[in-house]
């Protein structure tokens, strides 16, 4: 585990995070709100570095994919699986 790599997946969380936000927003035409905006960024900030440490996904390119678009996925299966618990 190099450092350096383990701070550029926190800092590829966090540019993929804000992105996909920002992408979220414009999409949804809702008003802006900080707490989506907030929990996007800082889920994407959380996956990225359990990417790198648990799945080894070491190239930053391939990383951001991952948390861009792996979490959408990630956070409907949560819903799924929170839904069915609750029923």
Known sequence: ???TILFGSL??????GILRALLGYKKSGEDFEYQKFLTDVIFS???APVLYLFVG???MAHLFL???FGDVF???LLKGI???IKE
């Open 45 to 47: 900030v959380i996956i």
């Open 1 to 3: 585990m190099e450092p």
């Open 57 to 59: 996904i070491t190239e």
């Open 74 to 76: 990630i956070i409907e």
């Open 82 to 84: 929170f839904k069915n």
């Open 66 to 68: 991952f948390v861009f």
């Open 11 to 16: 800092i590829v969380g966090l540019v993929a």
